[in-house]
C-alpha cells in the first residue's frame, strides 16, 4: 500500500512584493501549482505553507525557489512560467529552468520578452542559432512555427538575414482549391493563418503588412519556391509532414549562401495520399549524419497546458477516446 502520510513544509518570503507576485492576483498562481503538483498552499504572514506527499511537496518548494530567483531578477512572471516549471519538474529537467530566461530572442509588438518555455523549445532555440538548417518535428502546441518566426525577426532585425519567406504545402486544401475564387496564394492564404498570428504578435499587423508590401517577408504556397536561389534569406517551411519527397528536396535545394532553413512538422498529423510518403519522415532518415542539419524532436511534455487542459487530455487517453 503506497505511503498516504501528509507533510507540510514552509516557504519564507522576506519581500512582501515578492511574496505578491508569487500568490498572483486572487491566489491565481497558488491554485495552479496547487492542481498540478497536487498540494495544498495556505498563505501565512510571509511564508507559504506547503502541504501533500513529501515527493510533490519537495518538488513544489523547488518550483518555488526557481521561481521567486527570477521575480528577484526583475522578471516578470505569468502563469505560463509556473506551468513550464511544473513540466520540467516532472521531466526532471527543472535544473535548467532558469537558464531558459538567460536570453531573449526578441521582445513583441507590445514590448514583452519573448522566451523559450521548455527545455525543447531550448534545444531548438539552439539547433537554429547554430546550424544551416533546423528541423523541428513534434505535435501542435509545442511553439515551433512562433520561434521559427521570432528567430527569422530577430535576424532580420540583426542584419543577418534580408527577407524572410515563410511557406506551406497546401495538401489539406487539395481538389477544392479549383472551386475557390482567387489566385493560389490568396486561396491558400487561410492555411498560413499560423504564420500571419506569430507576425502579428511579434512586429504588430500595420508593420507586417509593411515589410510584406516591401517583399521584405514573403509568405507563399510551396510550388512558389520550385526554380529559385534563395541568398541571405530566412526560410521557413511549416507543416513539412505534407510534403511528398520531391517537394522536400525541391525546398531544401533552395538553400543559398547567407541563408537559414527551418522545417516543421508533426508526424503524427499527416494529410497526404495513403500511397505517399511524408518528406518530412524520409528526410529524418537519410539527412541525420549530416553535420550542417539538427533534427529536433518536440514531444507532449514541450506543450504549454493549463494544468486542467494536462488532466482532460490524461482522462481521454485512459478512456481510449
Do not use: C, W
Not at 63 to 89: C, P
Amino acid at each position: 500500500m503506497a505511503d498516504t502520510q501528509q507533510v507540510t513544509r514552509e516557504f519564507i518570503v522576506s519581500d512582501p512584493n515578492e511574496l505578491l507576485q508569487i500568490v498572483g492576483a486572487q491566489d491565481e498562481y497558488i491554485t495552479i501549482i496547487e492542481e498540478g503538483m497536487d498540494v495544498s498552499i495556505n498563505v501565512f504572514g510571509n511564508s507559504l505553507r506547503v502541504t501533500g506527499q513529501d515527493e510533490p511537496v519537495s518538488i513544489t518548494l523547488h518550483i518555488l525557489e526557481n521561481i521567486l530567483s527570477l521575480i528577484q531578477k526583475g522578471i516578470n512572471i505569468n502563469s505560463s512560467d509556473f506551468i513550464s516549471a511544473m513540466n520540467m519538474a516532472q521531466n526532471g529537467t527543472l535544473e535548467y529552468f532558469k537558464d531558459l530566461y538567460n536570453e531573449v530572442p526578441i521582445k513583441d509588438a507590445k514590448g514583452k520578452a519573448v522566451r523559450v518555455k521548455t527545455f525543447g523549445q531550448r534545444q531548438y532555440i539552439q539547433a537554429i542559432k547554430h546550424h544551416d538548417v533546423a528541423f523541428g518535428i513534434g505535435p501542435a502546441g509545442t511553439g515551433k512555427t512562433y520561434l521559427a518566426v521570432v528567430m527569422a525577426i530577430a535576424a532580420l532585425k540583426k542584419g543577418t538575414v534580408d527577407k524572410i519567406v515563410l511557406t506551406r504545402p497546401a495538401v489539406e486544401a487539395g481538389e477544392s482549391l479549383g472551386f475557390l475564387p482567387g489566385d493560389l496564394k490568396e486561396k491558400v492564404d487561410p492555411y498560413l493563418r499560423p504564420i500571419y498570428d506569430a507576425l502579428h504578435s511579434i512586429l504588430g499587423a500595420e508593420h507586417t503588412e509593411r515589410l510584406m508590401d516591401r517583399g521584405t517577408i514573403e509568405i507563399a504556397p510551396l510550388a512558389y519556391m520550385r526554380g529559385r536561389t534563395l541568398d541571405n534569406a530566412f526560410v521557413i517551411l511549416d507543416e513539412a509532414q505534407n510534403t511528398t519527397n520531391m517537394q522536400m528536396k525541391m525546398f531544401l535545394t533552395r538553400l543559398g549562401f547567407g541563408s537559414k532553413m527551418i522545417v516543421n512538422g508533426d508526424i503524427s498529423q499527416i494529410d497526404l495520399p495513403k500511397h505517399s510518403a511524408s518528406g518530412l519522415v524520409t528526410a529524418q532518415k537519410i539527412l541525420k549524419n549530416i553535420d550542417q542539419i539538427e533534427f529536433v524532436t518536440f514531444t507532449a511534455k514541450d506543450v504549454v497546458r493549463h494544468p486542467v487542459v494536462a488532466k482532460i487530455i490524461t482522462a481521454y487517453e485512459k478512456s481510449g477516446h
